[in-house]
């Protein structure tokens, strides 16, 4: 994240720093709850795991930063 800040925060609109970093955390987590254990017994017959399903909202928050984030720099660059 601090490389990518350096090299293009010029370029770069609000929110897209934390949008990238919620989108890549949480689809990291995702991935990796594939490989954990069921801990309880209640999700033993869900498609997802818990944790999961709380990833899901966090990436979207995040790929709604970033498109956000592109939406204003555009916007941005139109005024000047």
Do not use: W
């Not at 929110?15 to 990291?28: D, K, P």
């Not at 899901?56 to 970033?66: R, S, T």
Request: glycine share 8%.
């Amino acid at each position: 994240l601090i490389t990518v800040y350096h090299r293009c925060k010029n370029k770069i609109g609000p929110g897209f720093i934390s949008g990238l970093f919620f989108t890549a955390v949480f689809a990291m987590r995702f991935a990796l709850e594939f490989f954990k254990t069921r801990q309880a017994e209640y999700s033993a017959d869900l498609t997802l795991s818990t944790g999961q399903m709380l990833s899901v909202p966090f990436c979207a928050i995040g790929i709604g930063l970033i498109i956000y984030s592109c939406k204003c720099q555009k916007r941005q660059a139109r005024s000047l």
